[in-house]
Structures are given as structure tokens and as C-alpha cells.
């Protein structure tokens, strides 16, 4: 929470793995503000939602309210998250969210891999998402600096016959960005049924994905639901949605 302090020196790695309570809405890892910093060493975090759940919002990863997450030298960060198959709505697989929470690296590595759950009527179950939170005017920032890459996979939660199980969303004025190093995001859907707007990636309201440098970006995309369903878009990019480069980068988007 706000003003705790997770902190590893001279090389030392950090690891957190969460697991919900099986039968409950209980969320997987929740960093929920403070700060948790590695000098020249990894941060490694893995959560599991609650699998029996009605309530909903059992993300496997929470790193929220003005969170910050960084290495120095060449230190990585992983993030992995399962949503939890409640039969509520907002199952993330991993959600970066809030005004002023960041996710960074000095030179090293990020890459996040997140899975939706949800179940039944459930909608909203996004295996990656950074965004913001309500009427905030921006919202979270995840940058690889340095020659860093940045790679997140997400992927839509498949038991859920609700809409809007995307892969991955970049939104609210949040931000997804690199140095000089490489930026690969891939998205696939999920719904079934006839569920709808089951995007690949969905880059929206001002959500930014950016290569500073000559760093390139790759965004790949596949929609999900079933054949009955509507708008289910590999890449979308809609209401201010940017992918940019600066320099001599190249944006290559599928």
C-alpha cells in the first residue's frame, strides 16, 4: 500500500506470487501504491484471481494508485497474471492502472504476459491492460528505457459469453513505451458465444504506444468470440488512440 517500500540492493532480485482464495473474489498480487525497486537485479511477479467467484474484478496482477515499480542497470521486470473465473465482470490478467503509477526499467527488459478469466455471462475480462481509472485526465505508464524491450501478450478471458474480452488494452491516457530498444505487443481476443468487441489490441481515449529513438514497434492482433459475433477487431485503435515512432522507427501493426 501507499508508503511501503520493497527494496533489493547489489544484484538482489525481487519475486511476489499471489494466489487467490480458490472459492472466493479474492485478486492474486495487488500493489496497491508504494514503491518496490531493484538495483541491477529482476523483479518477478506472478498472480492467480480466485477461480469460483461471483463478484468480479479478480485480476491476477494489480499494480494501481501511483504504484511504482523500477531497476536500475540492466535489471528486468516480468509480470504475469490469470485472471479468476468469477462469474463477475473485470477478471484482468494484469492491470497497470492510475494516474502516476509506472512500471520502468533504467536499460533493462519488461515483458508482460496476461491471461482473462471470467465465466458464464462475464464481460470485461482483458488479459493485459493499461489504462486509467474513472474521469482521470492520464493514467498508468509503462516504459522500457535504454535499449530495453518492451513485449506484452495478452489474451481475452475464453469462458466468458460477455463483450469486451480483449487481449490487450492501452487507454485513458496511459502509456505503453521504449528508448532505443523494441516494442512488441500482441493481443488475442477471447468471448464465445456471440459476445462482441472481443479485440486483439485496443488502443483508445488517448492511450499511447511509442518508440522514442530508433526503436520499432509491432503490434499484432487477432479478434476473438465466436463467428456470430460483432466487432471483434484484430487492432483497433479509436477516440485519440496513437501508435508513433520518433526518428527513424518503424511501426509495423497486423
Do not use: C, W
Not at 479474492?26 to 518496490?36: C, E, H, K, P, Y
Not at 531497476?71 to 494516474?99: F, P
Not at 466468458?160 to 513505451?177: I, K, Y
Not at 489490441?201 to 476473438?224: L, M, P
Amino acid at each position: 500500500h501507499t508508503g511501503s517500500v520493497v527494496r533489493s540492493l547489489a544484484t538482489g532480485n525481487i519475486t511476489l506470487e499471489g494466489i487467490g482464495a480458490p472459492a472466493s473474489d479474492s485478486r492474486g498480487t495487488l500493489v496497491n501504491g508504494g514503491d518496490i525497486f531493484a538495483v541491477d537485479g529482476d523483479i518477478t511477479i506472478y498472480g492467480t484471481g480466485g477461480q469460483q467467484g461471483t463478484a468480479g474484478t479478480v485480476h491476477g496482477v494489480t499494480i494501481a494508485f501511483g504504484a511504482k515499480m523500477s531497476t536500475s542497470g540492466t535489471g528486468s521486470i516480468a509480470l504475469e497474471g490469470q485472471g479468476g473465473n468469477s462469474s463477475g465482470d473485470n477478471n484482468h490478467g494484469v492491470i497497470i492502472t492510475h494516474r502516476g503509477t509506472e512500471v520502468s526499467t533504467l536499460s533493462g527488459n519488461i515483458t508482460i504476459h496476461g491471461q482473462g478469466g471470467g465465466r458464464g455471462t462475464s464481460s470485461l475480462n482483458v488479459g493485459v491492460s493499461v489504462v486509467a481509472s474513472g474521469d482521470q485526465p492520464d493514467g498508468a505508464t509503462v516504459i522500457a528505457g535504454g535499449s530495453g524491450n518492451l513485449t506484452i501478450d495478452g489474451r481475452g478471458g475464453t469462458l466468458a459469453e460477455g463483450d469486451l474480452n480483449s487481449g490487450v488494452v492501452v487507454g485513458g491516457g496511459a502509456s505503453a513505451s521504449v528508448g532505443s530498444g523494441n516494442l512488441q505487443i500482441t493481443g488475442v481476443g477471447g468471448g464465445s458465444a456471440d459476445s462482441g468487441s472481443n479485440h486483439g489490441v485496443d488502443v483508445n481515449t488517448s492511450g499511447v504506444i511509442f518508440a522514442h529513438s530508433q526503436g520499432s514497434v509491432t503490434v499484432t492482433g487477432t479478434g476473438g468470440g465466436d463467428i456470430s459475433g460483432e466487432n471483434n477487431h484484430g487492432v483497433l485503435i479509436s477516440t485519440g488512440g496513437k501508435i508513433e515512432t520518433d526518428q527513424t522507427g518503424i511501426i509495423s501493426v497486423h
